[in-house]
């Protein structure tokens, strides 16, 4: 299923009129990075509408425009053509209620404790330093890093830093969460680990994320939206709901991975993105 054109489709499959209204919006958008012969087309006819509360993970070759179509929500660049907004006013440039969490933290005061670096989000917040310090304490037992406080960030092994950075981004109160990959360079035992963390927390925050992936099961699993995407210029090629998380919550984390349903979905996802990564990529020299 391709989407195109302006009309957005929302990933809960449905579409049109008076239904509440997105939190994001993309519609009709282009990324062409550069400009002549030599520039790229990273993203074509990409139009999305990403309800309130969602959990949403995009899925998609290497190189397909995944961290571009991110980077156009977060307000770090705008797209060449299209437009995209959030409560139905135009995005122009980063905000705090758009928080991006990155692979590695790399966005962490090395010299600054944990509570410190979790602090900062809170004064910016205008909270005074004594509040500011004591609300750290609550967001650091929210990812599992209670008694680590005072600890400098190069004390903190890579899982823990993921945890950090997730505690200060939920400390800004944003209202979408956007993950690049955030469990990208996770062993695959802390990864399971972390999966039903960022599920916990989405659940506990009612806030919306919005993560990429390449991990198919991590994309089963987590999310309540997959949108794939096709080799670049990247363009939707699948929209997808599941409820694994539910299970999840529900308890049942051991048996969602195990169950025949799960490794269907999976294979189901797997094939798409298989065509997807195979498919023919359009040329992308002055196109
Ligand atoms: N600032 C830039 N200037 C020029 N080209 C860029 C820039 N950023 C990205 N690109 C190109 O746009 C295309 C899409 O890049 P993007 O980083 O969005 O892909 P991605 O799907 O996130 O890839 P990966 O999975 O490897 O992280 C790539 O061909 C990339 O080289
Ligand atoms: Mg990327």
Not at 37 to 43: N, R
Not at 84 to 94: A, L
Request: proline residues 6%; contains cysteine; hydrophobic residues 40%.
């Amino acid at each position: 299923m391709q989407q195109s054109g302006p009309e957005p489709v929302r990933p809960d499959g449905t579409g049109g009129g008076g239904l509440p209204e997105p939190l994001i919006e993309l519609s009709d958008v282009t990324v062409r990075y550069g400009a002549g012969p030599g520039s790229v087309l990273a993203v074509d006819k990409f139009s999305l509408a990403i309800p309130q509360r969602c959990f949403l993970s995009i899925i998609g070759p290497s190189g397909c425009g995944k961290s571009s179509v991110l980077n156009l929500i977060a307000g770090y660049h705008k797209p060449s053509s299209g437009t995209v907004r959030m409560n139905g006013t135009e995005i122009v440039g980063p905000g705090p209620e758009r928080m991006v969490v990155h692979q590695q933290s790399t966005a962490l005061l090395p010299w600054f404790s944990a509570a410190r670096n979790v602090a900062l989000a809170l004064t910016a917040r205008g909270q005074p330093k004594a509040a500011a310090r004591e609300g750290a304490r609550h967001y650091l037992n929210m990812v599992g890093l209670a008694g680590f406080d005072d600890h400098p960030i190069y004390q903190l092994s890579g899982g823990m830093r993921q945890r950090l950075a997730l505690a200060r981004a939920l400390a800004t109160e944003a209202k979408v969460i956007l993950l690049d990959e955030p469990l990208g360079a996770i062993d695959a035992l802390q990864r399971a680990v972390l999966q039903d963390l960022l599920i916990r927390l989405w659940d506990e925050t009612h806030t919306c994320f919005v993560m990429i992936t390449h991990s198919v099961e991590e994309a089963v699993y987590v999310s309540t939206d997959v949108i794939s995407m096709s080799a670049r210029p990247g363009r939707i090629i699948r929209q997808q709901k599941f409820d694994f998380n539910r299970s999840a919550l529900a308890g049942a984390d051991s048996h969602v991975r195990a169950s025949p349903e799960f490794a269907e979905a999976e294979e189901e996802l797997y094939e798409t993105l298989t065509a997807a990564s195979s498919g023919k990529t359009a040329p992308s020299e002055g196109d």
